[in-house]
């Protein structure tokens, strides 16, 4: 009996204790999700809060800029200029200036008398200034190279008398609403050499008409006006 009673006692302690083992088993299994779910959300807000994306662009040092605009959003070029054809070159006289000028006589003179110039510029625009000068009679002025001697030949080099002029100019002063301007006409004749080795004679009298030439100028441009001058 006892022998019988000392291997029932140690059957149930084993009984005991695999139950006890079970128990435990079932204990740890059930809290693993439970401590697992904990670990991967703290591991997510982790990760959240210091995402390089969430703090792009917000923070005042960062060197960050917004992209430029690429070649495709340039805007085209627009359509409405004006033709080649009916732009002015800015150096070519311009052929129908805004002023009225009026002058005294011009025909019948003699060695050394005035022609006088007034000019008045049309309603919006102004009178910088005149050169005048003596030029041959069928000279003409398509540039303003045409104006110096040296250069054209087309006009007097020196001053044909010593009561005549050579070359007058006259500055318009602000608002540059006019100018009056007198060129004294000579008799003679003047000879002289072109830049290019060209010689020039130019003769003014009874039987030599010549041509008063005024170059006038305005705002971002500049013309001519003639004017044939005959002796007595």
Known sequence: MPSLLRDRRAQIGLAAVAVLVVVLIVVLVASGPSSSDGGGTQDATATTATS??????????ATTTTPTSTPSTVAPPTSNMAPPSTTR?????????PLTVTQSATSGLKDGDKVSFHIVPDPGSQ???VSIRLCRADATFPALDDFEPAT????????LSPDSDLLVETAGNPPYQGLDAEFRVGVGTDTYTMTD???VSITCGPSSPCQLVLLLQVPNAYGFRTYPVTYR
């Not at 390089?52 to 040092?61: F, L, N, S, V």
């Not at 070159?89 to 200036?97: M, N, Q």
């Not at 054209?152 to 001053?159: D, L, T």
Request: charge should be negative; hydrophobic fraction near 35%; include cysteine.
């Open 127 to 129: 009178a910088f200034g």
């Open 89 to 97: 070159d800015p150096h070519a006289p311009l052929a129908d200036l």
């Open 52 to 61: 390089p994306a969430a703090t792009i662009g917000t923070d005042p040092g």
């Open 152 to 159: 054209a030949g087309k006009c007097i080099g020196h001053a």
């Open 197 to 199: 080795g060209t010689p």
